[in-house]
Nanobody, 121 residues
Framework: QVELAESGGGLVQAGGSLRLSCAAS????????MGWYRQVPGKERDMVAQ???????RYADSVKGRFTISRDNAKNTMYLQMNSLKPEDTAVYIC???????????????WGQGTQVTVSS
Protein backbone atom coordinates (compact mmCIF):
# COMPACT_ATOMS: atom_id res chain seq x y z
CA GLN A 1 0.00 0.00 0.00
CA VAL A 2 2.78 2.43 0.97
CA GLU A 3 5.80 2.51 -1.31
CA LEU A 4 9.19 3.32 0.19
CA ALA A 5 12.20 4.72 -1.66
CA GLU A 6 15.65 5.03 -0.07
CA SER A 7 18.36 7.43 -1.14
CA GLY A 8 21.61 8.89 0.17
CA GLY A 9 23.88 5.86 0.16
CA GLY A 10 27.38 6.00 -1.19
CA LEU A 11 31.07 5.47 -0.58
CA VAL A 12 32.76 7.24 2.33
CA GLN A 13 35.98 6.93 4.27
CA ALA A 14 36.03 5.71 7.84
CA GLY A 15 35.07 8.52 10.18
CA GLY A 16 32.88 10.20 7.58
CA SER A 17 29.15 10.84 7.56
CA LEU A 18 26.11 10.09 5.41
CA ARG A 19 22.43 10.91 5.68
CA LEU A 20 19.96 8.39 4.34
CA SER A 21 16.42 9.30 3.36
CA CYS A 22 13.33 7.14 3.02
CA ALA A 23 10.47 8.79 1.15
CA ALA A 24 7.01 7.29 1.43
CA SER A 25 4.39 7.51 -1.29
CA UNK A 26 1.75 8.45 1.24
CA UNK A 27 1.43 10.05 4.62
CA UNK A 28 3.61 8.48 7.30
CA UNK A 29 1.56 9.75 10.23
CA UNK A 30 -0.51 6.56 9.99
CA UNK A 31 2.59 4.34 10.12
CA UNK A 32 3.12 3.13 13.66
CA UNK A 33 6.83 2.31 13.39
CA MET A 34 9.45 3.19 10.81
CA GLY A 35 12.96 1.90 10.86
CA TRP A 36 16.23 1.20 9.17
CA TYR A 37 17.66 -2.28 8.74
CA ARG A 38 20.91 -3.36 7.18
CA GLN A 39 21.99 -6.54 5.48
CA VAL A 40 25.33 -7.98 4.40
CA PRO A 41 25.95 -11.12 2.33
CA GLY A 42 25.42 -14.32 4.28
CA LYS A 43 23.67 -12.62 7.16
CA GLU A 44 20.09 -11.85 8.14
CA ARG A 45 18.78 -8.33 8.21
CA ASP A 46 19.55 -6.52 11.45
CA MET A 47 17.64 -3.65 12.98
CA VAL A 48 19.67 -0.46 13.03
CA ALA A 49 17.19 2.10 14.33
CA GLN A 50 13.45 2.50 14.78
CA UNK A 51 11.15 5.43 15.44
CA UNK A 52 7.50 5.36 16.48
CA UNK A 53 4.81 7.76 15.35
CA UNK A 54 5.07 9.58 18.69
CA UNK A 55 8.83 10.07 18.39
CA UNK A 56 10.17 7.22 20.48
CA UNK A 57 13.45 5.77 19.22
CA ARG A 58 15.47 2.59 19.57
CA TYR A 59 18.97 1.83 18.32
CA ALA A 60 21.17 -1.18 17.89
CA ASP A 61 24.00 -1.18 20.40
CA SER A 62 26.56 -1.03 17.60
CA VAL A 63 25.31 2.37 16.37
CA LYS A 64 24.32 4.11 19.59
CA GLY A 65 25.93 7.52 19.84
CA ARG A 66 26.78 7.56 16.14
CA PHE A 67 23.45 7.27 14.28
CA THR A 68 20.31 9.36 14.69
CA ILE A 69 16.89 8.46 13.30
CA SER A 70 14.23 11.07 12.66
CA ARG A 71 11.02 11.55 10.73
CA ASP A 72 9.31 14.51 9.10
CA ASN A 73 5.63 13.74 8.74
CA ALA A 74 5.00 16.87 6.67
CA LYS A 75 7.49 15.61 4.07
CA ASN A 76 6.51 11.94 4.44
CA THR A 77 10.18 11.16 4.92
CA MET A 78 12.34 9.34 7.44
CA TYR A 79 16.06 9.99 7.87
CA LEU A 80 19.10 8.25 9.27
CA GLN A 81 22.04 10.50 10.07
CA MET A 82 25.17 8.36 10.25
CA ASN A 83 28.32 9.83 11.79
CA SER A 84 31.71 8.36 12.64
CA LEU A 85 31.17 5.60 10.12
CA LYS A 86 33.18 2.41 10.42
CA PRO A 87 34.02 -0.25 7.81
CA GLU A 88 31.74 -2.67 9.66
CA ASP A 89 28.82 -0.34 8.87
CA THR A 90 29.12 -1.37 5.22
CA ALA A 91 25.81 -2.90 4.16
CA VAL A 92 22.65 -2.40 2.17
CA TYR A 93 20.41 -0.16 4.25
CA ILE A 94 16.70 -0.85 3.89
CA CYS A 95 13.73 1.24 4.94
CA UNK A 96 10.91 -0.44 6.85
CA UNK A 97 7.39 0.67 7.74
CA UNK A 98 4.99 -1.16 10.01
CA UNK A 99 1.31 -0.54 10.59
CA UNK A 100 -0.46 -2.32 13.42
CA UNK A 101 -3.80 -3.61 12.14
CA UNK A 102 -5.70 -4.14 15.36
CA UNK A 103 -8.95 -5.35 13.80
CA UNK A 104 -7.14 -7.90 11.65
CA UNK A 105 -4.89 -9.04 14.49
CA UNK A 106 -1.70 -8.59 12.47
CA UNK A 107 0.83 -6.07 11.25
CA UNK A 108 1.43 -4.77 7.74
CA UNK A 109 5.14 -4.73 6.95
CA UNK A 110 6.53 -2.77 3.99
CA TRP A 111 10.14 -2.69 2.76
CA GLY A 112 12.08 -0.49 0.39
CA GLN A 113 14.61 -1.65 -2.17
CA GLY A 114 17.69 -0.62 -0.21
CA THR A 115 20.62 1.72 -0.70
CA GLN A 116 24.27 0.67 -0.57
CA VAL A 117 26.56 2.18 2.05
CA THR A 118 30.26 1.39 1.74
CA VAL A 119 32.82 2.59 4.28
CA SER A 120 36.46 2.26 3.31
CA SER A 121 39.32 1.75 5.77
Amino acid sequence: QVELAESGGGLVQAGGSLRLSCAASGGISEIDVMGWYRQVPGKERDMVAQITNDGGTRYADSVKGRFTISRDNAKNTMYLQMNSLKPEDTAVYICNAVRILHKEGRTADQWGQGTQVTVSS
